[in-house]
């Protein structure tokens, strides 16, 4: 069974509440008709209650991953797999015009949506609610023509998602159940996906995007370029990379990443207090030991308690509590203490990002510290539980 098969369909699913059943049914027919944005505009016109604020927080969630797919579909041709949206395996559209600028544009986007996202679902939390979710009426717009197409589907994302579903289901008719503790799992997903894009503004890639596809057509307008050691896009996209983070990164961005970061912690936390006190057991999405998802996957007492201790380790590298092994200290595989990267002191006060730096440990100098060293054992012995799946299953529980 193939749990989860991107980032963008962990999000993307989760916040596919787009088909509750509220008191008007009309955002619904939007939903179906002509889209994210017209079922947002529906919903918010009617009566409101935890239900309808959780089902307009997820649409606004997911319109943060659509304008993603829109710009990641109207300039490239190749799936870009750094963010969530942007490593769709789409057509190929042929009239893709690249703006260096896209990456920029597609985060800046994001986060439009993904604040109005926070913003609703903090009224949200603590609420009592329960919402079904037929899963096979979300769609995104991804050419921005108002149409479903077929790769537009849920479907498309659906029956990668769960392939063994009981009782004959098939993944275009599979119900969900959202309730109360979910609202918590989104709230995280939110913080997660809008710290990522904060990092990513921090280290303003737009010049060095543009340097590099500049560098590209002159050469290409000479002649033909030899091959390197790698496929020329994967080279230009390397060399940009090391490019962008030359230079101190945006403060403020990298101070509101690590504000988010924590505050996905804090709302995985609440959701595990939430989804492990529940006693009922229908159509789940994240279930607990004595619950079944959904999608007939299993969640353990065992491996529940060891991703909220993944959690807590987690949490001690943002607030600073335990250090980063580097690679210029010798602390010794099983060390717990030595000299490690302040995580959170970086964020607050980010330093130059050149690679050279990085490499010499020049640029990881001022954030060095002796104390407790982060020993990643709390996520190995998750891996050993969930096996192949480890990434998968850490996608899915959030």
Same mark, same amino acid.
């Given at each position: 069974?193939? @749990?989860?098969?991107?980032? %963008? +369909?962990? =999000?993307?699913?989760?916040? *596919?509440?787009? !088909?509750?059943?509220? &008191?008007?049914?009309?955002?619904?027919?939007?939903?179906?008709?002509?889209?994210?944005?017209?079922?947002?505009?529906?919903?918010?016109?009617?009566?409101?209650?935890?239900?309808?604020?959780?089902?307009?927080?997820? @649409?606004?969630?997911?319109? %943060? +991953?659509? =304008?993603?797919?829109?710009? *990641?579909?109207? !300039?490239?041709?190749? &799936?870009?797999?750094?963010?969530?949206?942007?490593?769709?395996?789409?057509?190929?559209?042929?009239?893709?015009?690249?703006?260096?600028?896209?990456?920029?544009?597609?985060?800046?986007?994001?986060?439009?949506?993904?604040?109005?996202?926070?913003?609703?679902?903090?009224?949200?939390?603590?609420?009592?609610?329960?919402?079904?979710?037929?899963?096979?009426?979300?769609?995104?717009?991804?050419?921005?023509?108002?149409?479903?197409?077929?790769?537009?589907?849920?479907?498309?994302?659906?029956?990668?998602?769960?392939?063994?579903?009981?009782?004959?289901?098939?993944?275009?008719?599979?119900?969900?159940?959202?309730?109360?503790?979910?609202?918590?799992?989104?709230?995280?997903?939110?913080?997660?996906?809008?710290?990522?894009?904060?990092?990513?503004?921090?280290?303003?890639?737009?010049?060095?995007?543009?340097?590099?596809?500049?560098?590209?057509?002159?050469?290409?307008?000479?002649?033909?370029?030899?091959?390197?050691?790698?496929?020329?896009?994967?080279?230009?996209?390397?060399?940009?990379?090391?490019?962008?983070?030359?230079?101190?990164?945006?403060?403020?961005?990298?101070?509101?990443?690590?504000?988010?970061?924590?505050?996905?912690?804090?709302?995985?936390?609440?959701?595990?207090?939430?989804?492990?006190?529940?006693?009922?057991?229908?159509?789940?999405?994240?279930?607990?030991?004595?619950?079944?998802?959904?999608?007939?996957?299993?969640?353990?007492?065992?491996?529940?308690?060891?991703?909220?201790?993944?959690?807590?380790?987690?949490?001690?590298?943002?607030?600073?509590?335990?250090?980063?092994?580097?690679?210029?200290?010798?602390?010794?595989?099983?060390?717990?203490?030595?000299?490690?990267?302040?995580?959170?002191?970086?964020?607050?006060?980010?330093?130059?990002?050149?690679?050279?730096?990085?490499?010499?440990?020049?640029?990881?100098?001022?954030?060095?510290?002796?104390?407790?060293?982060?020993?990643?054992?709390?996520?190995?012995?998750?891996?050993?539980?969930?096996?192949?799946?480890?990434?998968?299953?850490?996608?899915?529980?959030?």
């Amino acid at each position: 069974m193939k @749990l989860i098969p991107t980032t %963008a +369909i962990a =999000a993307g699913f989760a916040l *596919a509440s787009c !088909n509750a059943q509220a &008191p008007s049914t009309s955002w619904r027919t939007e939903l179906e008709t002509n889209g994210l944005a017209a079922a947002e505009a529906a919903i918010s016109a009617g009566p409101q209650s935890p239900e309808t604020e959780f089902v307009r927080g997820a @649409l606004q969630s997911l319109q %943060a +991953i659509e =304008a993603v797919m829109q710009v *990641a579909y109207r !300039n490239t041709t190749e &799936p870009l797999p750094i963010f969530p949206g942007m490593g769709i395996d789409v057509p190929v559209h042929e009239h893709a015009a690249f703006d260096p600028a896209f990456l920029e544009n597609a985060m800046t986007g994001a986060l439009s949506h993904l604040s109005r996202a926070e913003a609703t679902l903090g009224s949200v939390a603590g609420e009592e609610f329960a919402v079904e979710i037929d899963l096979s009426s979300l769609w995104f717009d991804i050419n921005d023509n108002g149409t479903r197409e077929d790769f537009e589907h849920g479907r498309a994302y659906l029956d990668d998602f769960a392939d063994d579903e009981p009782d004959g289901e098939t993944a275009s008719d599979m119900i969900v159940r959202f309730d109360t503790a979910d609202a918590y799992w989104l709230k995280a997903y939110v913080h997660a996906l809008s710290g990522t894009a904060e990092l990513i503004l921090s280290v303003d890639p737009t010049p060095a995007i543009e340097t590099v596809y500049e560098g590209r057509k002159m050469m290409q307008a000479a002649g033909s370029p030899s091959r390197l050691f790698i496929e020329d896009e994967q080279l230009d996209a390397l060399v940009a990379t090391i490019l962008a983070l030359r230079g101190v990164p945006d403060a403020e961005r990298t101070r509101a990443a690590h504000d988010h970061f924590r505050a996905m912690i804090a709302e995985n936390q609440n959701f595990w207090t939430a989804v492990m006190a529940e006693t009922d057991d229908d159509h789940e999405w994240v279930p607990n030991p004595d619950q079944v998802s959904a999608f007939g996957v299993p969640v353990s007492a065992e491996m529940a308690e060891q991703w909220q201790t993944v959690l807590t380790e987690v949490e001690d590298i943002l607030e600073g509590r335990t250090l980063l092994p580097t690679w210029r200290f010798d602390n010794g595989f099983d060390a717990e203490e030595g000299v490690g990267l302040n995580i959170a002191k970086f964020l607050e006060e980010p330093g130059d990002l050149d690679i050279i730096l990085l490499i010499h440990g020049a640029g990881l100098a001022p954030y060095l510290e002796t104390g407790p060293l982060a020993r990643g054992e709390a996520w190995r012995q998750f891996s050993r539980m969930s096996g192949t799946n480890d990434m998968l299953f850490a996608f899915w529980l959030n």
